[in-house]
């Protein structure tokens, strides 16, 4: 039995993962939630779970929640550090760490700090400060829940490190991969929300229609399984069922591929190294019909040249470049800003800011508060 944390219960990963953890009751007891806002589903994942403790940071929605369970001896714990906390409480084996942007990199830290497991959904954490993320981990110690990342795992037990060509990692193209260029601009956040083939948060979604989410993934790829830059590839795969492939020296070419469902990749980073049972909708090539495959817009699509160039140059790009897209981002869906200027403002920051080339948590962090307040200031220029 295995004690599990899930750091973002409520959100879509979140929810996924308590689904694999209702249908393994056997295997996991979820001992700690989070959440933000959503007190009420928190509430009820808390009757179903019944779990030791809670992480939320908000004291207001403490109080609501222990107002609906007035005999139940929860251990809540609350303020800015409670994700850090949670994960550091003895009995935790299993962090799975599913909330969204730069706030699951402490607590990312402290996980592997602690010796516990990571099930990582938090790419954010990666990108911002990928060289200090792997330093503390030992092998295998964090496990990808990221679909295409996952399947770069499980494709990779075919080989040795040693002998990886290349990775090939598959992107949907999201809702407007052969939308006219000329009228990305007008899109609407409502247009850029509906996603062809995964349900996801928010950020994420709006991140897979940029592709900023692609250049997102690539530089957790470089860090996860230590590539160089020449190693990782893109390739648009709009069915969304072959998750990402790996190429070895010989020419084999291993992939991994699926109906798309993230309770796969999650239930596999949970149980690895074996394998459960899981129901999912069946597997049928005739019914899907094509799998198509195609070379990626750069030039349509800028968020890729931003994502290789964070991956090649590394030190603060990562963090400045995470932080101004989770701005940009909230700033579309606000309908502050066009869709198409997300990625110009992003590429700005990381043009404007003071490069750090071997940056420690301090820098990263202040890095995170600098494009964060200089992407506001000018937004604020802009709309007053
Ligand atoms: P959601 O927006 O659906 O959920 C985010 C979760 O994080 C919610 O539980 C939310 O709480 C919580 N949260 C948000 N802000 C804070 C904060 N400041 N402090 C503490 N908790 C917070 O996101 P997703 O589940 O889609 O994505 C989660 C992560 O997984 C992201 O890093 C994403 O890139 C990655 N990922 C997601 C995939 C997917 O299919 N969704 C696929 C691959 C990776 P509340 O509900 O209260 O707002
Ligand atoms: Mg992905």
């Known amino acids: 039995m295995k ?15 308590l689904e694999v953890a209702r249908n393994l009751k056997d295997k996991f007891r979820v ?3 989070s959440s933000n806002s959503r007190w009420e589903l928190l509430s009820d994942q808390i009757e179903e779970f019944k779990p030791t403790y809670i992480a939320l940071n908000d ?23 409670c994700l850090e906390e949670i994960v550091q409480k003895k009995e935790v084996d299993i962090v799975v760490s599913a909330v969204v942007g730069a ?27 990928g060289h200090i993320v792997m330093s503390l981990a030992k092998k295998n110690q964090i496990l990808p829940v990221d679909s295409e990342h996952s399947a770069i795992f499980q494709s990779l037990q075919s080989g040795k490190p040693g002998e990886i060509k290349r990775v090939i990692i598959t992107a949907s193209g999201g809702p407007f ?3 006219p260029r000329e009228k990305l601009c007008d899109v609407s956040p409502a247009q850029a929300l509906k996603h062809p083939t995964w349900q996801m948060g928010q950020k994420i979604t709006i991140d897979s229609a940029t592709l ?32 990402s492939m790996v190429e070895f020296c010989d020419g084999s070419v291993i992939a991994q591929m699926g109906m798309p469902d993230m309770k796969v ?7 690895y190294p074996e394998r459960k049972a899981l129901s999912v909708k069946s597997f049928d090539l005739s019914s899907i019909g094509n799998l198509t495959f195609k070379k990626p817009d750069m030039e349509k699509f800028p968020a890729l040249k931003l994502g290789y160039q964070a991956a090649r140059e590394g030190g603060t790009i990562g963090a400045i470049l995470n932080a101004a897209n989770e701005v940009a981002v909230q700033a579309f869906l606000d309908g502050h800003i066009r869709f198409t200027e ?14 750090i080339k071997n940056p420690c948590l301090e820098d990263v962090l202040a890095a995170d508060i600098w494009a964060r307040q200089e992407i506001k200031n000018a937004l604020f220029k802009r709309i007053n």
């Open 3 to 17: 004690n599990i944390v899930i750091l973002g219960s409520t959100g879509s990963i979140g929810k996924n993962t």
């Open 31 to 33: 001992i700690g939630l």
């Open 59 to 81: 004291s207001k929605l403490v109080e609501k929640i222990k107002g609906r369970f007035p005999n139940n001896n929860v251990k809540v714990i609350t303020g800015s550090n």
């Open 103 to 129: 706030v699951g990199l402490p607590a990312a830290i402290a996980t592997l700090q602690q010796g516990k497991i990571l099930a990582l959904a938090n790419k954010e954490s990666l990108v911002m400060a």
């Open 177 to 179: 991969y052969d939308y």
């Open 212 to 243: 900023m989410n692609k250049a997102l993934e690539i530089i957790e790829a470089k860090w996860l399984f230590d590539l160089k830059i020449e190693q990782i590839d893109v390739v648009i795969h709009p069915q969304s069922i072959i998750h």
């Open 265 to 271: 990749p999650i239930q596999y980073a949970l149980t």
């Open 342 to 355: 997300i990625v110009s403002y992003v590429e700005k920051m990381v043009n404007d800011h003071h490069f």
